[in-house]
T-cell receptor, first 112, second 114 residues
Framework: SQQGEEDPQALSIQEGENATMNCSYK?????LQWYRQNSGRGLVHLIL?????REKHSGRLRVTLDTSKKSSSLLITASRAADTASYFC????????????FGQGTELSVKP | DADVTQTPRNRITKTGKRIMLECSQT?????MYWYRQDPGLGLRLIYY???????NKGEISDGYSVSRQAQAKFSLSLESAIPNQTALYFC?????????????FGPGTRLTVL
């Protein structure tokens, strides 16, 4: 299986703190994406980082990619209770013909 | 209106019944996907279609079949449902043309097989 791993599996923080989630993957990728899922609902795309990029920002989100370590991190700064959700990384491997392989997710709880 | 819709949203059925889950999209995307989600396992790909005449098995296709009736419609069937097919099912779409585009998800169908 090429499914990557995410850690931590669960993270609980206070409002205003930063949240960092990590994703590791197996082989060469075209890009890596992060998605958010509110409880029991559909996934929503957050950000895409290409294999030739090292860092990308979108609002309070910062994603980094280290291809030498085959890993990515998602940082949410100044977290809010509304950020409570599950976060998934998804990798587009070159040998998967356009499919995405999703990780198992990190469950983030932000307490007011 | 939602770009990707799924029907039904919830379904309870019995072992051995045939079930069809439907997905429709108004995004004009060529590519459509069916995933299932189980607690602690993330999303696993069941089937995918890159255009109307293209159907491909995913990671866990056994016990499922699909039909791509039109660019906008992609149905998932469970020919004879079994309890371990109880899960949350998602349809997704993406533009064609290149590797690993962003995917757009429907709201999900919660299926319970008794």
């Amino acid at each position: 299986s090429q499914q990557g791993e995410e850690d931590p599996q669960a993270l609980s923080i206070q409002e205003g703190e930063n949240a960092t989630m990590n994703c590791s993957y197996k082989t060469s990728i075209n890009n890596l994406q992060w998605y958010r899922q509110n409880s029991g609902r559909g996934l929503v795309h957050l950000i895409l980082i290409r294999s030739n990029e090292r860092e990308k920002h979108s609002g309070r989100l910062r994603v980094t990619l280290d291809t030498s370590k085959k890993s990515s991190s998602l940082l949410i700064t100044a977290s809010r209770a509304a950020d409570t959700a599950s976060y998934f990384c998804a990798t587009a491997y070159y040998n998967q013909g356009g499919k995405l392989i999703f990780g198992q997710g990190t469950e983030l709880s932000v307490k007011p | 209106d939602a770009d990707v819709t799924q029907t039904p949203r919830n379904r309870i059925t019995k072992t051995g019944k045939r079930i069809m889950l439907e997905c429709s999209q108004t995004k004009g995307h060529d590519r459509m996907y069916w995933y299932r989600q189980d607690p602690g396992l993330g999303l696993r790909l069941i089937y995918y279609s890159f255009d109307v005449k293209d159907i491909n098995k995913g990671e866990i296709s056994d016990g499922y079949s699909v039909s791509r009736q039109a660019q906008a419609k992609f149905s998932l069937s469970l020919e004879s449902a079994i309890p371990n097919q109880t899960a949350l099912y998602f349809c997704a779409t993406s533009p064609g043309t290149s590797l690993g585009h962003e995917q757009f998800f429907g709201p999900g169908t919660r299926l319970t097989v008794l």
